[in-house]
Nanobody, 126 residues
Framework: QVQLVESGGGLVRAGDSLRLPCAASSRIFSSYQMGWFRQAPGKEREFVAAISRTGGNTYYTDSVKGRFTISRDDAVDTLYLQMDRLKPEDSAVYYC???????????????????WGQGTQVTVSS
């Protein structure tokens, strides 16, 4: 069982930055590929970014490429999402998730992620 706790959300202006940490309870955090998803009101939960077990590979949805950076610090069992040049359309609840499946493919479907945090709200005003 893995418990994930996101934090760092808030209300910011367009163009600002936020950094979202996701703390994991598991001592085997380094064994999991990790991802960030987001869900805006009335919309499906969508993939944002994923990172490999080693942190050497990352993948982003097109709308955040060049603005968001996913990273991990296995020494403190924490996943991060650095969000720069935020836009109003980035407003959503952001969730971190753990993919515990074998293999090295970075997955984008929410069904492939077994464990989820409770989410943190990000609101970007224009």
């Amino acid at each position: 069982q893995v418990q994930l706790v996101e934090s760092g959300g808030g209300l910011v202006r367009a163009g600002d930055s936020l950094r979202l940490p996701c703390a994991a309870s598991s001592r085997i955090f380094s064994s999991y590929q990790m991802g960030w998803f987001r869900q805006a009101p009335g919309k499906e939960r969508e993939f944002v970014a994923a990172i490999s077990r080693t942190g050497g590979n990352t993948y982003y949805t097109d709308s955040v490429k060049g603005r968001f950076t996913i990273s991990r610090d296995d020494a403190v069992d924490t996943l991060y999402l650095q969000m720069d040049r935020l836009k109003p359309e980035d407003s959503a609840v952001y969730y971190c998730a753990a993919d515990v499946q074998f293999g090295s493919i970075l997955r984008t479907a929410k069904e492939d992620y077994a464990y989820w945090g409770q989410g943190t709200q990000v609101t970007v005003s224009s």
